[in-house]
Nanobody, 120 residues
Framework: QVQLVESGGGLVQAGGSLRLSCAVS????????MGWGRQAPGKEREFVAG????????YYADSVKGRFTISRDNAKRTVYLQMNSLKPEDTAVYYC?????????????WGQGTQVTVSS
């Protein structure tokens, strides 16, 4: 059974930071690209960051480039999203994604999401 379990969301003031984590089980984590997407109320899901199997290549949407950093720990089967300089427009449910194209949103597996709220 595939499971992607996100954690680390919460309420933060604009300019603050949060670190999201996603613990993975049920597929070979170290052999698959991982990513993060988000969906704000009334909007379509946006793919914001992706990382290759060895972590050497990453992708970021223009909206988060320079503020967010994706990383992974294959030994822990966990992918992270460090979010700095948060803005109110970053408010969304953030989803972990597994087994797909690290530059896009076509992933086979998605987590249940964790809420991030940025207050102004």
């Amino acid at each position: 059974q595939v499971q992607l379990v996100e954690s680390g969301g919460g309420l933060v003031q604009a300019g603050g930071s949060l670190r999201l984590s996603c613990a993975v089980s049920g597929f070979t984590f170290s052999m698959n690209n991982m990513g993060w997407g988000r969906q704000a109320p009334g909007k379509e899901r946006e793919f914001v960051a992706g990382i290759t199997v060895n972590g050497k290549s990453t992708y970021y949407a223009d909206s988060v480039k320079g503020r967010f950093t994706i990383s992974r720990d294959n030994a822990k089967r966990t992918v992270y999203l460090q979010m700095n300089s948060l803005k109110p427009e970053d408010t969304a449910v953030y989803y972990c994604a597994g087994k797909g194209d690290y530059t896009g949103g076509t992933y086979e597996y998605w987590g249940q999401g964790t809420q991030v709220t940025v207050s102004s």
